[in-house]
């Protein structure tokens, strides 16, 4: 599968902005899907990851309450919604898919478990 990932741009602190993957083929539907964050001079580090379904998400603590993760398998796209941005979120964002499996959700914060990646998009946050 191929992820292409937009949406990127330069907002003001406590703007929103959202983000989009879109994925090729037709097997969308039977990958979760992940964010994933990478500021300069930082790790790449989790944001937030959502099942295959639908049915269930899990955020990282820093963005928790500020971020929204949604799917619309019908278009073969996620979403990552983010408000009341932050400087501290400025980075490149990469989304990710995983073959969906009986894991924890919680083991989709972890790269390795993830097949496939999209360029990056970049979010530039100004104080």
């Known amino acids: 599968v191929q992820l292409q990932a937009s949406g990127g741009g330069f907002v003001q602190a406590g703007g929103s902005l959202r983000l989009s993957c879109a994925a090729s083929?037709?097997?969308?539907?039977?990958?979760?899907m992940g964010w994933f964050r990478r500021a300069p001079g930082k790790e790449r580090e989790f944001v937030a990851a959502?099942?295959?379904?639908?049915?269930?998400?899990h955020y990282a603590d820093s963005v928790k309450g500020r971020f929204t993760l949604a799917r619309d398998n019908g278009k073969n796209t996620v979403y990552l919604e983010m408000n009341s941005l932050k400087p501290e979120d400025t980075a490149v964002y990469y989304c990710?898919?995983?073959?969906?499996?009986?894991?924890?959700?919680?083991?989709?914060?972890?790269?390795?478990?993830?097949?496939?990646w999209g360029q990056g998009t970049q979010v530039t946050v100004s104080s």
């Open positions: 990710a898919a995983a073959i969906k499996s009986a894991r924890s959700i919680l083991a989709l914060t972890i790269r390795q478990h993830y097949r496939y």
């Open positions: 083929g037709r097997t969308f539907g039977t990958y979760d």
């Open positions: 959502i099942r295959w379904s639908g049915s269930n998400t």
